[in-house]
């Protein structure tokens, strides 16, 4: 490489133009990693996305800001059997629930 700082000049040169804190181009990749796993992305594609070799990598940096299972099941929980159960109406029948609530 002829001019081994030019990304770096140029990206610092940008950053001071737009009044922008110093970042480097990892704080985004952070930053885009974080925004997507908190708004309910699936962290397998997230790691494809970034290319990591491994969901491992991706689950050890990033996995605390998953929703978690107990999360999620009260989220699909609501959203399935919420209007029933604000309403006061009885809920739906569904093929197997006695063998749960058993």
């Not at 974080?34 to 699936?42: E, Q």
């Not at 962290?43 to 800001?65: A, C, N, P």
Request: aromatic share 8%; charged share 20%; net charge positive.
């Amino acid at each position: 490489m002829i001019y081994p700082d030019l990304f770096r000049k140029s990206w610092d040169r940008a950053l001071k133009r737009l009044g922008l804190p110093n970042y480097n181009p990892h704080d985004l990749r952070r930053k885009w990693a974080t925004v997507t796993l908190s708004n309910g992305v699936p962290i397998h594609e997230v790691s494809r996305w970034m290319g990591h070799g491994s969901i491992k990598i991706t689950v050890d940096q990033y996995g605390h800001l998953t929703l978690d299972g107990s999360e999620r099941c009260r989220q699909v929980v609501e959203a399935t059997f919420g209007v029933h159960m604000l309403s006061g109406l009885p809920a739906p029948r569904v093929p197997g629930a006695e063998l749960v609530l058993a």
